[in-house]
């Protein structure tokens, strides 16, 4: 009885004592310091025929991380790449009221270390960005950063509109890629095409979903390049050549997307870059997800290309207007196929030829 009653006292003590020290406060991060970046402007009233000029310059020289760019609504002319750092957030009130006509290539450029997985959390956002003097490159050109967000952006007239290069955990949704009269609407670069003596595999878990994609009939949207966990969901592709084409992507999902007027076969499977003049090979791509899309084909097959996947399934999709060819076009291009309740036109049976390895095929037609 009397050692538990020493117990308790010593136990009591410790709790005084503790309760009497000073507690070390708590260290909130500040918010991002705000910059209004039309007050930064060397000239101009933010009009069609007066835009803002200068406030890039200004940008740059500040060279600090942690910023929110605000930019008020009105037109902007910029002559500098604008080189954005880890935590900014660059915002306008939106697209339709904020507008940048770009004079450089690769206007808006996230530029970390490659072969490194760099965090750089950051956002773009509520803007327009568009080519006003015809020149290369990306209007969003991201390289080696980690926690990217790019949304409610309309984005025009580039070669392609936004690279993703090694970027980790990326996220473009609610955009507008608009009018294409470049190569992509979105290119997720693999190895060294874009960025000389980066690794391959680096482009992981990048979602990008609820966008609008529409223009040439020369113009890709989508040229997935390769990379683990890619979903590409919720989008509206009109025209262009084709919706996507895949290349050496791993656990890569199409879902839920419309896609109508494509010049050529909807989804094209590639074992080497579009935008790779030398057509260095790839590998094929493995676990591929094609699910409940709408496919408008206008003639074509909703898959074909130059080679197929180790693993596809093909679910719950309506596909119209292939009258003339096979909705899943390859002989010899397939490991594993699996096609499910997927209904739509067409006088050909779903899948056209055969299977690299016949054992592991699965063809069904609803």
């Known amino acids: 009885m009397k050692i538990k009653s020493i117990t308790l006292s010593l136990v009591l003590v410790a709790s005084c004592l503790a309760y ?12 991002p310091a705000a910059i209004n970046v039309a007050a930064l402007s060397s000239s101009g009233h933010g009009t069609d025929w007066d835009p803002w000029v200068g406030w890039d310059h200004a940008i740059n020289a500040e060279a600090a991380d942690d910023l929110t760019l605000n930019f008020s609504r009105g037109i902007y002319l910029q002559k500098e790449v604008l080189k954005i750092r880890p935590g900014w957030i660059v915002a306008g009130p939106g697209h339709r009221r904020t507008v940048i006509r770009s004079d450089v ?41 980690s926690a990217v967000e790019i949304d409610h952006v309309c984005i025009t007239g580039f070669d392609v509109e936004i690279v993703l290069d090694q970027a980790e955990n990326a996220h473009v949704h609610h955009c507008k890629i608009w009018a294409l009269t470049g190569r992509a609407g ?36 989508i ?13 509206d592709f009109a025209g262009l050549l084709h919706a996507i084409t895949f290349a050496a992507t791993r656990c890569g999902n199409f879902i839920g997307n419309y896609c109508e007027g494509q010049q050529a076969e909807i989804i094209s499977l590639q074992h080497y870059s579009p935008l790779d003049p030398a057509q260095a090979e790839l590998s094929n791509s493995f676990s591929l997800n094609i699910q409940n899309n709408f496919f408008s084909a206008a003639g074509h097959p909703v898959i074909d290309g130059t080679c197929g996947a180790v693993s596809l399934q093909f679910t719950g999709n309506d596909c119209y207007g292939v009258p003339a060819a096979a909705f899943i076009m390859g002989p010899g291009r397939f490991w594993q196929l699996q096609t499910r309740a997927n209904r739509g036109t067409g006088t050909k049976p779903l899948v056209e030829g055969e299977s690299d390895n016949p054992g592991w095929i699965y063809a069904e037609r609803d």
């Open 20 to 31: 009497g020290q000073p507690q070390k406060p708590k260290v909130e991060k500040s918010p």
């Open 105 to 145: 290539a690769n206007p808006f450029s996230v530029l970390a270390a490659i072969n490194s997985r760099s965090d750089y959390d950051c956002r773009i956002t509520g803007l327009t960005i568009a080519n006003h003097a015809a020149k290369d490159g990306a209007g969003i050109n991201v390289v080696g950063a």
């Open 186 to 221: 979105i290119w997720i670069a693999n190895g060294p095409l874009h960025t000389p003596g980066a690794a391959g595999e680096y482009d992981n878990n990048i979602t990008i979903d609820e966008n609008q994609f529409a223009g040439e009939t020369t113009s890709i949207g």
């Open 223 to 235: 040229i997935d390049d390769g990379g683990d966990r890619h979903s590409i969901e919720r989008n």
